[in-house]
């Protein structure tokens, strides 16, 4: 049936309209950095750096402005943190630290474990000697950044590449095949507040290595091994596998976050596309929750002369940058969870008072919680918070508080160092529990 006429021209009107609105809104909404555009669905877009290169200006200027997080390309690994056994040097992995914490980025840790990258003494040793050693340097670094860190390598590329889906050989598989959830346990209690995740590469679709982690991370979910994330590194060709967005899905419904660790991709036709393709399948998947770029500059990159980066050698924007941008500007479901903690249960301060709000890290059979205890208008000088644990669970550890009782009604005090709190200002403290997580909430008692 032919359409009206005027029909037809009230709907073109109607169009029109609605396209001017849009296109409005889309200009004056769209970030026009990588950084604040991925923060606009809670993500984060992060780049590999490290503390030698903080004295080249060109560079920092382009790290300052497009991203908000960072990661260590080097200077956190083991053979730079732990050069000889049990003297730790974390001048890099600090100054690295500190640089994030002034520009209000996050951070992600890389990596406790990994084949290579050991210090010599490290690679010589074999055995109980080298399996203690690893969990201590594991406890010891941990602790060290612990508070600082969103996201822990826990573990990096221990699978083998190839078919069998099963673990690659290396002085610390042959300590035996519980060593990768030694190293999550261990890290878990360092840092109860960071997320731990497992790393690896050539993990860019459903393939036999990317299938072997997955029974892995499973079966860590099962019997309450604690991991939270999963790092699919995606150093790319100048193809990308049609099961790219699907992987990333079947990890996050296995109850773990999903993180683009160390992406760049081989110069070609293609590279812009790719870049957008992978930004727009973390998007699309609620829990993949950021983005890594494994260097600035294409001269800054380890892949010498593939150029696989998203600026040039002179710091301009290549056409991969502005691909990305526009497929993170699109959006996509905000995600959970982000960097920056969103309370799970909150009460408003109130005059002379104090209210506390809980975020939660939970997994299998266990939680870590961070409280956040905030003054109203007037400053607090003690405070305490009562928590309902959930029943059949209890409180296993408190930092920056003291508890009384674990479970039922368990209430947290400060300790020296933080029951002063501002007008308007805030303290945290977290603790760790087996069970689920309180999900009532707090009562803060100010005085
Ligand atoms: O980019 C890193 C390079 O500077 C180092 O020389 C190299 C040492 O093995 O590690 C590179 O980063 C790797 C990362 O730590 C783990 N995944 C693969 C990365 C590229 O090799």
Redesign the pocket.
Known sequence: MPIPRRALLATAVASVVAAASIAVVGSAEAATTLGASAAQTGRYFGV?TGANRFSDTAYMTIVNREFNSLVA??DM?WDATEPQQGRFNYTNGDRLVSHAQSQGMSVRG??LL?H??QPSWAQGMSGSALRNAAINHVTQVATHFRGKIYAWDVV??AFADGGSGGRRDSNLQRTGNDWIEAAFRAARAADPGAKLCY?D?NTDGVNAKSTGIYNMVRDFKSRGVPIDCVGL?S?LGTTLDSTYQQNIQRFADLGVDVQIT?LDVAQGGNQANIFAAVTRACLAVARCTGITV??VRDSDS?RTGENPLLFDNSGNKKAAYTSVLNALNAGGPTTPGSPSPSPSTSNPPVPGGCAAQVTLNSWNGGYTATVRVSAGSSAVSNWSVAVTVPSGGAVTSTWNATNSGTSGQVTFRNVSYNGQIAAGGFTEFGFQGTGTGPTATPTCTAG
């Open positions: 590999a390309e080097n690994k890389h990596a990994w290579q990258q990096n590329e790393n590469y590194q150093h160390e494994w260097g380890w």
